[in-house]
């Protein structure tokens, strides 16, 4: 039977499926936000389950207390998120469409992690130069906005990074679309620009790793602040 198995589109999702039901118990709080991004008809393009842990997971590996995501959605991966912080810990979150953001903050107050939360409603090019005003940095930034963007918030994100600030790109590889130098696709011109950014720039030790799963075939990129900014 396993045999039988060839590696595609389904073996990837019930292989999701066995991880997710061994490592991953059903949590009613997570349930609740996806239930409800479903019901509020919201596309499903948050991160598996498996990667919402891995996000956990970095939190606490590197002692992230303040934390920046770009693209709430639902807010299910500022769950995770947020879920791994220390008491003293925060996370701000740019979300541009009022929709969605309506929908993470009624996740966020059933999650009782409003006072954690700081979702910022606007174009995140609008709000990261205020929250350069305000202060940093951040020791963890999670990257999941607009892909055509990228290339344009990587200055911002090192604007409000230190050295030791843990950098997470979503999308990066767009179902392997990304090596195309000729793409029409302005989402996968911002992700190649972004990564040539990433390449070019000795202050930053970047890699990027290829996923498969429920969600198709795409991938991260992860980057450490080396130098000083
Ligand atoms: N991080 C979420 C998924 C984000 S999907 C999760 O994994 O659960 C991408 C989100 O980015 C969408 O909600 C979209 O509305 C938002 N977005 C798109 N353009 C944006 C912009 N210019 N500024 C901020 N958010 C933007
Ligand atoms: C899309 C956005 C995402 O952040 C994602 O993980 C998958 C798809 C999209 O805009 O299509
Ligand atoms: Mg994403």
Redesign the pocket.
Known sequence: MMAAMTPGAETWSAVDRYFEELLLPSDPVLQAALDA?VAAG??E???QPN??RLLELLVRIHGARRIL????????????LARALPKDGHIV?????AG??GV?RANFARAGLESVIDLRL??????LPQLVNEGGPFDLI?L???K??YPHYLPWLLKLSRRGSLIIA?NVVRNGMVIDPHSADPRVQGVRSFNALLAADPRLSSTALQTVGGKGYDGFAVILVTGDL
């Open positions: 991004s919201l596309p393009i948050q991160v990667q919402g995501e770009l693209g709430t959605l639902a807010g299910y991966s500022t769950l995770w979150t740019l979300e541009a469409d969605h953001a993470a606007g174009a995140a090019l609008e709000t999670f999941d906005a607009d055509e963007n979503d």
